[in-house]
């Protein structure tokens, strides 16, 4: 890995204060752990909500995640998390989705996992699921959560540094410097809802290590510090965690 790569990501684990009075976020040091917490509204307008894709509307509500202030690194990609992380605002970020492939479902996708494809938010087609110009909706509690990168992050404080990953390494924005290592298969998909792997479903995308400068969870050694990175292309922020991610950020049963 190349450091001259990433020459403008300054690694300064520095949170500022909130872009606008409309975000109200915070952040606090509590024993081992760091949490953000927020109002549960970005820094910027949101979507019209509920809109076409998207049945939800959006509500204010407490946002508070917590992680290690001094993250390990195991090497392993653990993939616990389906919260991947939380912006220096507050917001969560889910990059993937609950939605799979369903041909019995009359808008064509359910929860019911059995096809084995699940849906993404974000595909080089365009975008599913109601998404915003920020790249993100609401769910059905009507929080705002993140699916890519939004435009309203870019340069925040004039540093890179977008928040915070479940398991504490820091999330860096640098633009076309940093390159996921994903790519699409070739050929088509084997079973329903067939077709040529596009990147609709997240089984259309396969991982060949030294496509990018990223490695598996979309992260990188900056001057010796391990982070990930947001990128504008799949996966959009990485997937999975190589450190152990607080189980803030690990869904609960029933939900």
């Known amino acids: 890995m190349k450091k001259s790569i990433f020459a403008a990501v300054a690694i300064t684990g520095v949170i500022a204060g909130a872009a606008n009075a409309k975000n109200n976020a915070s952040i606090q040091q509590r024993g081992a752990n760091t949490c953000i917490s927020s109002n549960g509204s970005p820094n910027h307008d949101i979507g019209q909500f509920p809109t076409r894709g998207n049945p939800n509307r959006f509500k204010a509500q407490q946002v508070k995640l917590c992680f290690p202030t001094n993250p390990t690194f195991t090497g392993q990609p653990n993939e616990r998390a389906r919260t991947v992380g939380v912006t220096l605002t507050g917001i969560p970020i889910r990059p993937g989705t ?20 699940n849906l993404e938010a974000l595909t080089p087609n365009g975008k599913v699921f109601g998404l915003d110009e920020n790249n993100a909706h609401v769910d059905n509690r009507g929080l705002y959560h993140y699916h890519g990168m939004p435009a309203a992050l ?31 298969k070739s050929g088509t998909r084997p079973t329903a809802p067939r077709g040529k792997y596009d990147g609709s479903y997240l089984q259309d995308w396969v991982y060949k290590s030294g496509a990018g400068n990223l490695d598996e969870c979309n992260g990188a050694k900056v001057n010796g510090k391990y982070v990930y990175f947001a990128t504008d292309s799949f996966p959009y922020y990485g997937r999975c965690h190589m450190g152990e991610p607080s189980a803030d950020f690990i869904p609960k049963r029933g939900r």
Do not use: P
Not at 98 to 117: E, F, I, L, T
Not at 157 to 179: F, K, M, R, V, W
């Open 98 to 117: 609950a939605d799979w492939y369903d041909a019995s479902s009359r808008r064509g996708h359910s929860r019911d996992r059995s096809s084995g494809w």
């Open 154 to 184: 870019i340069n925040l404080n004039d540093s890179t540094l977008i928040g915070y990953a479940a398991d504490g390494h820091e999330i860096h924005y640098a633009g076309g410097e940093a390159q996921s290592s994903w790519v699409l």
